[in-house]
């Protein structure tokens, strides 16, 4: 089990670009798969990005093209790179990480209930 950190959300115009980090308590290596969900009031969480512990990544539809995401294992670091933000992309963004979810598929990001570690969040606001 490890503690999540988000960092990085704040308010941008549209087009404009942002990075959040998620800093981990403990050693991200040896397994763990991590992901990047958001989440607005009245709304589900959506899985919006996710890294296995091979690199190997998955995108929603909604943010392909547009988001990155990547990790930094010597820091215990996950990083949300968005660019081309869109005002539907306000949200509340959350980081998770499991070291026994195993990421095959774009739709392996949409369960966010296999995932035990979570952060509190960092919003992000893109105005039009």
């Known amino acids: 089990q490890v503690q999540l950190v988000e960092s990085g959300g704040g308010s941008v115009q549209a087009g404009g670009s942002l990075r959040l980090s998620c800093a981990a308590s403990?050693?991200?290596?040896?397994?763990?798969?991590m992901a990047w969900f958001r989440q607005t009031p009245g709304t589900e969480r959506e899985g919006v990005a996710g890294i296995d512990s091979d690199g190997s990544t998955y995108y929603a539809d909604s943010v392909k093209g547009r988001f990155t995401i990547s990790r930094d294992n010597a820091k215990n670091t996950l990083y949300l790179h968005m660019n081309s933000l869109k005002p539907e992309d306000t949200s509340i963004y959350y980081c998770?990480?499991?070291?026994?979810?195993?990421?095959?598929?774009?739709?392996?990001?949409?369960?966010?209930?296999?995932?035990?570690?979570w952060g509190q969040g960092t919003q992000v606001t893109v105005s039009s």
């Open positions: 403990g050693s991200i290596d040896g397994g763990y798969s």
């Open positions: 998770a990480a499991d070291p026994f979810v195993v990421l095959v598929a774009p739709t392996s990001i949409q369960r966010p209930g296999l995932f035990h570690d």
